[in-house]
């Protein structure tokens, strides 16, 4: 007899990860050294082009339901000292990287990456022109906290040729944004929307939450019913991950009844209906997007991919990392920088770049790497492109039973009843998580 979407969402309602990566940073090690560091960049092309990410990790208040990696600071000297230690970081990385190598994107993230004053993301983008090759292809992207940005701030932007911000929304009642500690209004979203456009920066992404406290399906539509009067480019819909044994400020969020899983899952597909309604394409589990954006263009033509940031159309096979924390990807290698903030300046000021632990990749974990990729960006995968995968039949078939997947000789297909349980589907694939059994990961729905 088939599951209710109840019964199924207690079924699967089980920690899984995200898979912005495989492996997941759980299987990072730490015996990297900082020379095999060093042969990574050295032996990059010249002529193909990287992604960087910049990791800022200073907010200026702390919202409750936060999961990132950052710290709540009340004036510029730690950012402007943190900036300056990131800029020694470059000039240690760049001593090893082939002359000029081009940039196909610079990611800013956070944290707020907009708290920092815009010289110094001017000195930033500086310092990386010493090292890559910006061209006017160069897309410059920025997460920004509306509550920390000014008109100055937005032209300041326009003139580093920002390209992209994606601004931190998540809800717009006021009861939700007191519970979490997130008090913004809708009207200053609004006029930044303006200013943005004005500053001729017209990627404008909205980031949403559903399974906040204090959020109905009620005020979710009024939510999503504000944010596309404002027409952003993407909206990204964040299922809240209470994970309250890694990030501990979450537990105030235990103050409030937090949405039951069944609540979520209908959240969820509210957003949906609600969205594709106003002409966005969905865009793999939690994204959507206007189809004249990039985003929607590279899954029309099957090229979307999956990255740390989530889904992302950015086709470098490079991605270098600089900062607290910050993961580079190479050729089959994960890097990441120290994640505490004081070893990382030691490192740095010892003139050691700051790498901590990261994951070489076997043969194996490649395949299976593109083919949870596949799984979370097409929904499909086709099994006679991966020989070497056996398929696993014990996982799979319980999930066609419910309705999750179709299997057929050659492929296996995540249904739309299965979308919202594809990680899940992913999981089947991940040799790693029967070892680490005792990983908590947040649930997955
Ligand atoms: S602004 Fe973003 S990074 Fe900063 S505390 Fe809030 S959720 Fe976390």
């Known amino acids: 007899m088939k599951k209710t979407p109840e019964e199924l969402i207690s079924s699967y309602d089980t920690p899984v990860p995200r898979y912005t990566s495989f492996p997941t940073a759980v299987q990072f090690t730490a015996d990297i050294p900082q020379s095999f560091y060093h042969k990574q960049l050295g032996v990059l092309l010249g002529d193909e082009p990287v992604?960087?990410?910049?990791?800022?990790?200073?907010?200026?208040?702390?919202?409750?339901?936060?999961?990132?990696?950052?710290?709540?600071?009340?004036?510029?000297?730690?950012?402007?000292?943190?900036?300056?230690?990131?800029?020694?970081?470059?000039?240690?990385?760049?001593?090893?990287?082939?002359?000029?190598?081009p940039v196909a994107r610079v990611h800013f993230g956070g944290g707020s990456p907009n708290y920092a004053h815009s010289k110094e993301i001017n000195k930033i983008l500086d310092r990386?022109?010493?090292?890559?090759?910006?061209?006017?292809?160069?897309?410059?992207?920025?997460?920004?906290?509306?509550?920390?940005?000014?008109?100055e701030k937005i032209t300041d932007y326009g003139r580093l040729k920002v390209s992209r911000v994606s601004l931190g929304v998540q809800d717009f009642n006021v009861d939700v944004q007191q519970a979490v500690n997130r008090v913004q209004s809708f009207e200053l979203i609004k006029e930044q929307v303006q200013l943005f456009r004005t500053a001729n920066i017209k990627h404008i992404n909205f980031d949403l939450m559903v399974g906040l406290p204090k959020q109905t399906l009620k005020t979710l539509e009024e939510t999503f019913t504000k944010a596309l009067s404002l027409q952003p480019s993407r909206i990204a819909v964040f299922p809240y991950a209470h994970v309250p044994w890694m990030k501990k400020h979450q537990k105030l969020l235990e103050a409030y009844p937090l949405p039951s899983p069944n609540l979520r899952f209908k959240m969820t597909e509210l957003a949906h209906n609600v969205i594709t309604k106003a002409g966005?394409?969905?865009?793999?589990?939690?994204?959507?997007?206007?189809?004249?954006?990039?985003?929607?263009?590279?899954q029309k033509i099957g090229k979307l991919k999956r990255n740390f940031q989530g889904y992302t159309d950015d086709m470098a096979q490079t991605m270098i990392g600089f900062g607290v924390s910050a993961i580079s990807q190479f050729d089959g290698v994960y890097i990441q920088n120290k994640t505490d903030s004081i070893a990382y300046r030691k490192d740095i000021t010892e003139n050691k770049n700051p790498i901590e632990r990261g994951c070489i990749l076997s043969e194996d974990d490649k395949i299976r790497r593109m083919l949870i990729e596949q799984l979370l960006c097409k929904f499909s995968v086709y099994l006679p492109d991966f020989p070497t995968i056996d398929v696993p039949k014990t996982k799979l078939e319980p999930l066609q039973e419910d309705g999750i997947v179709k299997l057929t000789p050659t492929d296996v297909i995540i249904t739309e009843l299965g979308k919202p349980f594809a990680r899940i589907?992913?999981?089947?694939f991940d040799p790693y998580l029967r070892v680490d059994k005792g990983t908590r990961h947040a649930k997955a729905i």
Not at 82 to 87: G, M, N, R
Not at 128 to 149: G, H, M, V, W
Not at 425 to 428: E, L, P
Request: proline content about 5%; overall charge negative; aromatic content about 10%.
């Open 280 to 298: 966005y394409k969905s865009i793999g589990m939690d994204h959507y997007a206007l189809p004249t954006d990039s985003l929607a263009k590279a």
């Open 128 to 151: 990386l022109a010493k090292y890559f090759s910006f061209s006017n292809k160069t897309e410059i992207d920025i997460e920004c906290d509306p509550r920390q940005l000014s008109s």
């Open 425 to 428: 589907v992913a999981a089947s």
């Open 51 to 101: 992604s960087i990410y910049i990791h800022i990790p200073f907010c200026h208040s702390l919202c409750h339901y936060c999961g990132c990696h950052t710290k709540v600071v009340h004036n510029a000297t730690p950012i402007e000292n943190y900036i300056k230690s990131l800029l020694a970081e470059i000039d240690l990385a760049g001593q090893h990287l082939p002359n000029k190598i």
